[in-house]
């Protein structure tokens, strides 16, 4: 079956200039997470949905970056006035449900960004 | 401290040896552990859970020492697939919703046939 998407896979912008990127998990989950992987680092929290809504917004680096989705399905993570440590690759995640014990979340294949 | 810490090797181990690495958590709170895969620019994926009483999938065997606050992963007879990053994934529950979970920074693993 498919799996998580996530579009563009590589997107080059200039410093200060808006960028959108989308995720669609898989059909049927209803959490999805944003995370940011820098050169070398391990993966940053940003954000996790259960439906559509975002019971903690306090992974997001600065208030340029905001998340949404909409009808529990697609989301797109918003970054304005890219900056060039804005520069990653941002893997969005899907699992069937947020549970107390944790749960299998499942990759899409990211989104690399790069902020001339 | 970070939350999550690894030896970020690399480990460069020949086909056909036996490697572990461990993963040290800071949150003593924590309630689920995962052992995640990277390859080279692509996404994770997961390996396997860590339970508390340790757990076995062919040659990959997991374990959690919740004392001292580390899981390990050991891999025995190696393939040269197996190489590498394996990262450490500990979720810390907070307010009842699994507010993301935390991923160490992974351990570059090298088969070298």
């Known amino acids: 079956g498919a799996g998580v998407s996530q579009s563009p896979s590589n997107k080059v912008t200039e410093k200060g200039k808006d960028v959108e990127l989308r995720c669609d998990p898989i059909s049927g989950h209803t959490a999805l997470y944003w995370y940011r992987q820098s050169l070398g680092q391990g993966l940053e929290f940003l954000i996790y949905?259960?439906?559509?809504?975002?019971?903690?917004k306090s992974g997001l680096p600065s208030d340029r970056f905001s998340a949404e989705r909409t009808g529990g399905s697609v989301s797109t993570l918003t970054i304005q006035r890219t900056q060039q440590e804005d520069s990653a690759v941002y893997l969005c995640?899907?699992?069937?449900?947020?549970?107390?014990?944790?749960?299998?979340?499942?990759f899409g294949p990211g989104t690399r960004l790069l902020v001339l | 401290r970070k939350e999550v810490e690894q030896d970020p090797g690399p480990f460069n181990v020949p086909e056909g040896a036996t490697v572990a690495f461990n993963c040290t958590y800071s949150n003593s709170a924590s309630q689920s552990f995962f052992w995640y895969r990277q390859d080279c620019r692509k996404e994770p994926k997961l390996l396997m859970s860590?339970?508390?009483s340790g757990n076995e999938d062919g040659r990959f065997t997991a374990q959690l020492n919740r004392a001292s606050q580390y899981i390990s992963l050991l891999i025995r007879d190696s393939k040269l697939s197996d190489s590498a990053t394996y990262l450490c994934?500990?979720?810390?529950?907070?307010?009842?919703?699994?507010?993301?979970?935390?991923f160490g920074k992974g351990t570059h693993l090298i088969i070298q046939p």
């Open positions: 949905f259960q439906g559509n809504s975002a019971p903690d």
């Open positions: 995640a899907s699992s069937p449900q947020v549970v107390a014990g944790g749960e299998t979340q499942y």
């Open positions: 860590v339970y508390s």
């Open positions: 994934v500990v979720n810390a529950i907070s307010g009842g919703g699994a507010d993301g979970l935390t």
